[in-house]
């Protein structure tokens, strides 16, 4: 695997690739890699003739108290997950290689990017647009690989090809999860072994409400039930939760456990509509 800071070396890198006219993956995270990346790994690696992952915890999409300094960093370990995964080329840079000092553009996806996550934090989408238009730009992948745990940035990303006429393929894998059900996330590492025994709490309530409404009872059935067990789980807050057309109807929901926030969906069923 080839480990490349800059974006003259993306471009250097996939010269030959793109002149064979091979077919390039692309898999955007921000590192701290568990078994959600490195299924999107294979799965590119599968997929496509080179596959590239692009490492960068991205500044512009954390809020001003969000967790950006504390996010969970460690390239050594990522970049042997990666190569065992099947990357070929991983994409490191430093903030100042994305963001130059006069930086000053931006992609906002408006109503999709301002509902559930969006309301919470105003101006994650506006950054992960952003940074996933600049990545499709310095890449120019074939295909880009997103993982359905963050149902709705995939569909925003889907409105931003469609929008902005990109002809990038999409994919969206299912959501990788522990044993126990909780959605594999980064942002795990920060739980204490109570606060994850609690954390537990929304994804129960998710299959719950999946449950109810695959039981006759629709999506009015499903948030619910979901919403009932989660106002009576003990020791985490919720932010929201609701049922929202995400690439199919679809119910989200974030809530926090300590100073943790987590995020998990399920796709409700196509006749829930
Ligand atoms: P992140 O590094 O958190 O920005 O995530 C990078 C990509 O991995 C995104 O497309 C996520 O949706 C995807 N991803 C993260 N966690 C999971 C998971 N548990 N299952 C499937 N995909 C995931």
Same mark, same amino acid.
């Given at each position: 695997?080839?480990?490349?800071?800059?974006?003259?070396?993306?471009?250097?890198?996939?010269?030959?690739?793109?002149?064979?006219?091979?077919?390039?993956?692309?898999?955007?995270?921000?590192?701290?890699?568990?078994?959600?990346?490195?299924?999107?790994?294979?799965?590119?690696?599968?997929?496509?003739?080179?596959?590239?992952?692009?490492?960068?915890?991205?500044?512009?999409?954390?809020?001003?108290?969000? $967790?950006?300094?504390?996010?969970?960093?460690?390239?050594?370990?990522?970049?042997?997950?990666?190569?065992?995964?099947?990357?070929?080329?991983?994409?490191?840079?430093?903030?100042?290689?994305?963001?130059?000092?006069?930086?000053?553009?931006?992609?906002?996806?408006?109503?999709?990017?301002?509902?559930?996550?969006?309301?919470?934090?105003?101006?994650?989408?506006?950054?992960?647009?952003?940074?996933?238009?600049?990545?499709?730009?310095?890449?120019?992948?074939?295909?880009?690989?997103?993982?359905?745990?963050?149902?709705?940035?995939?569909?925003?990303?889907?409105?931003?090809?469609?929008?902005?006429?990109?002809?990038?393929?999409?994919?969206?894998?299912?959501?990788?999860?522990?044993?126990?059900?909780?959605?594999?996330?980064?942002?795990?590492?920060?739980?204490?072994?109570?606060?994850?025994?609690?954390?537990?709490?929304?994804?129960?309530?998710?299959?719950?409400?999946?449950?109810?409404?695959?039981?006759?009872?629709?999506?009015?059935?499903?948030?619910?039930?979901?919403?009932?067990?989660? $106002?009576?789980?003990?020791?985490?807050?919720?932010?929201?939760?609701?049922?929202?057309?995400? $690439?199919?109807?679809?119910?989200?929901?974030?809530?926090?456990?300590?100073?943790?926030?987590?995020? $998990?969906?399920?796709?409700?069923?196509?006749?829930?509509?």
């Amino acid at each position: 695997m080839k480990v490349v800071q800059t974006v003259a070396g993306v471009r250097e890198a996939l010269m030959t690739p793109r002149e064979e006219a091979m077919r390039i993956g692309l898999v955007p995270t921000m590192g701290a890699f568990h078994e959600g990346h490195l299924t999107l790994f294979r799965t590119c690696d599968q997929e496509c003739d080179v596959a590239v992952a692009s490492l960068f915890v991205n500044p512009t999409q954390f809020g001003p108290t969000e $967790d950006l300094a504390s996010y969970p960093r460690d390239l050594e370990r990522d970049k042997l997950l990666a190569e065992e995964a099947g990357i070929d080329l991983l994409f490191a840079p430093t903030v100042e290689e994305v963001y130059p000092l006069d930086f000053q553009t931006a992609v906002e996806v408006t109503q999709l990017g301002s509902i559930l996550e969006g309301a919470s934090r105003p101006t994650h989408f506006r950054g992960v647009a952003t940074i996933c238009l600049k990545l499709f730009n310095i890449v120019q992948p074939s295909v880009a690989y997103f993982g359905r745990k963050d149902a709705q940035q995939a569909a925003v990303i889907r409105t931003m090809l469609r929008d902005l006429n990109l002809t990038i393929e999409l994919r969206v894998i299912p959501i990788v999860r522990d044993a126990d059900g909780l959605a594999l996330s980064s942002r795990n590492a920060y739980l204490e072994p109570d606060e994850r025994r609690r954390a537990l709490a929304l994804s129960q309530a998710l299959q719950a409400g999946l449950e109810a409404c695959r039981a006759g009872g629709g999506t009015e059935a499903a948030l619910a039930t979901a919403r009932r067990m989660l $106002d009576s789980a003990e020791g985490i807050v919720v932010d929201y939760l609701a049922v929202a057309d995400l $690439d199919g109807p679809t119910l989200a929901g974030a809530v926090r456990v300590g100073s943790t926030r987590l995020i $998990d969906n399920v796709l409700l069923d196509e006749e829930a509509r």
